[in-house]
Nanobody, 123 residues
Framework: VQLQASGGGLVQTGGSLRLSCASS????????MGWFRRAPGSEREFVAA????????DYADSVKGRFTISRDHAKNTVYLQMNSLKPEDTAVYYC?????????????????WGQGTQVTVSS
């Protein structure tokens, strides 16, 4: 699976962005998809995940209620809608994929990674 993230940019505090992650190669419908981010000087951290069927989602506490993950199987694309952005959301955002498992999604051990897209939130 090859992943291509896009949609990053510069936005003011309180603004919104929508990130996209397009997949190619194997059908993404068999994979759970996740978003992660890495801020300067920090470790990469989990942001959100969605199950291969789209019925299960998971969010980091820091983004819960502000970010929404979704997927469009017909387009082989996963989205991360980010609202009420804060300066601490500034980071490079990565999408990732792992073979789906029934009834659960994971925050770790993803097998495939995209190249990242920069999100900068100005105060």
């Amino acid at each position: 699976v090859q992943l291509q993230a896009s949609g990053g940019g510069l936005v003011q505090t309180g603004g919104s962005l929508r990130l996209s992650c397009a997949s190619s190669g194997r059908p993404s419908s068999n994979y759970d998809m996740g978003w992660f981010r890495r801020a300067p000087g920090s470790e990469r951290e989990f942001v959100a995940a969605i199950s291969y069927g789209g019925s299960i989602t998971d969010y980091a506490d820091s983004v819960k209620g502000r970010f929404t993950i979704s997927r469009d199987h017909a387009k082989n694309t996963v989205y991360l809608q980010m609202n009420s952005l804060k300066p601490e959301d500034t980071a490079v955002y990565y999408c990732a994929a792992v073979w789906g498992r029934i009834g659960r999604i994971t925050r770790t051990n993803y097998d495939y990674w995209g190249q990242g897209t920069q999100v900068t939130v100005s105060s």
